[in-house]
Structure formats: structure tokens, C-alpha cells
């Protein structure tokens, strides 16, 4: 696997280490609007840098997502142990699953990188490794409360955020918030003892489900994205 071009041992000059921030900026827009078919040369027009600078901090494509990878990971377990920090264990684990759904729901590129990213096995392994504890804790807590069903593993979780997104994806033009529907759906049944079932988002027209089964098909219209700080 390749990494980025970076003495591990000697600190990156100012100008370079801005360089680099604002190529990781420029990426996560690109690639949240495109996905990950977008390319190197996409990411150094939006930076407003020549794609020989881009070069010289990622040698391709891949190890720019890993760096992302890296970055949407530590992001999602620093969710995962502020919702064990609730009081309530059941809010806790509804407060994850919104804000982490909510999040590539809003970010194409993240979404990609987290499911479908180009990584390694081996990172992907160690992203692993940090991930389900945090999820398995906040499973188990809500479990031990008696507010989970007590079936379900912490595998179930991404399962659950992929399906959620996907609807996101095939609804995001015409009903962006179509997802919290189904993720309300998916909660009541998950919950154990409740009273009466969730208030739902306004339920899909015929034309949101239409432009969902032709989103299958068809790939999403990539949009020109103009350089950082263009009005």
C-alpha cells in the first residue's frame, strides 16, 4: 500500500504542512460531491495548487483516501465514546447512529471513503480495531439498561448506517432528509419497551422513489466544483 510522501521523522515546513491542509480540505469537498471517482487533478484545481504539489504529499489517489480514511474514522470512534457519555444509554446510541448517518448523508466522499474506501486490508483492519469496541460499548451499555434488544452485535451497526445511506443517496436531490424516516423505522425496531411508535419524516412521493430505482442504474451527474475560496 502506498503512503504519502512524508519523511515520518522531520516536520513539514509551514508552507508545505498548509499546502497539505488545504489539499485534505479540497479533497473531502471534491470527493463529498463527487464520491471517490474523482481524481487527483480534481482535488489540485479545487486547492487552487498545480497537481505536481498534490503529487509530491500523495503519490495517487489511494493514499489520499487512506489519509481521509485515517481522518473519518478517528472522527466516527470520537462520536461513539461522546454517545457513551450520555446519561441515558438509549439517547446515547440514537445520538450516534443520527450524527455518524448524518455526516455521509451530507458527504458523499465520506461515505465512500468509510464503506467503500480503497484502503488496504491491513488499514482497514486497524480501523477496525478502534471502531467496534467504542460501538460495542455503547451496544452492550443499552443492552445492559434494558433498552436494546438483546440480538443484536455491534456488527449490525454499519449494516444499519449502509442501508440508512443508501437511501440518502437515491433521495439526497429531492428529499435529503428522506433517511431520518427510515432511521426512526429502524430505532423502534431496535427498542425494547416502547410505548408507541416514533414520529416520522414526511413519507417519499412517487417521484422520490422513482428517481431512487433509476439511481441504481444510472451514475450520479458530476457538477464542475470551482478552486477553494472562488465565490
Not at 487552487?48 to 500523495?58: K, N, Q
Request: charge should be negative; aromatic fraction near 6%; charged fraction near 25%.
Amino acid at each position: 500500500m502506498f503512503s504519502e510522501i512524508v519523511d515520518p521523522l522531520r516536520p513539514l515546513r509551514a508552507d508545505a504542512a498548509r499546502n497539505r491542509q488545504r489539499i485534505m480540505e479540497a479533497a473531502r469537498e471534491v470527493f463529498a460531491q463527487r464520491g471517490l471517482d474523482a481524481t487527483l487533478d480534481d482535488v489540485a484545481h479545487h486547492a487552487g495548487v498545480g497537481v505536481g504539489t498534490v503529487y509530491r504529499r500523495f503519490p495517487n489517489k489511494n493514499a489520499l483516501v487512506d489519509a481521509l480514511f485515517e481522518t473519518a474514522i478517528t472522527d466516527m470512534v470520537d462520536l461513539a465514546i461522546e454517545a457513551v457519555t450520555f446519561n441515558d444509554s438509549w439517547e446515547g446510541l440514537v445520538w450516534f447512529l443520527e450524527r455518524a448517518s448524518e455526516r455521509q448523508a451530507e458527504d458523499r466522499g465520506l461515505k465512500d471513503v468509510i464503506m467503500h474506501g480503497m484502503c488496504g486490508s491491513e488499514r482497514v483492519g486497524e480501523a477496525r480495531s478502534r471502531i467496534v469496541p467504542a460501538v460495542t460499548a455503547l451496544v452492550e451499555r443499552a443492552q445492559r439498561d434494558g433498552k436494546l434488544r438483546g440480538d443484536i452485535v455491534a456488527a449490525d451497526i454499519p449494516i444499519i448506517e449502509l442501508m440508512v445511506n443508501s437511501v440518502a443517496s437515491y433521495s439526497a436531490a429531492l428529499a435529503p432528509d428522506l433517511w431520518r424516516r427510515y432511521l426512526s423505522i429502524i430505532l423502534d425496531g431496535l427498542a425494547v419497551g416502547v410505548s408507541e411508535p416514533s414520529m416520522l419524516a414526511a413519507a417519499p412521493t412517487n417521484e422520490i422513489v422513482e428517481v431512487a430505482l433509476r439511481s441504481q442504474q444510472l451514475p450520479a451527474p458530476i457538477r464542475p466544483i470551482p478552486p477553494l475560496g472562488a465565490p
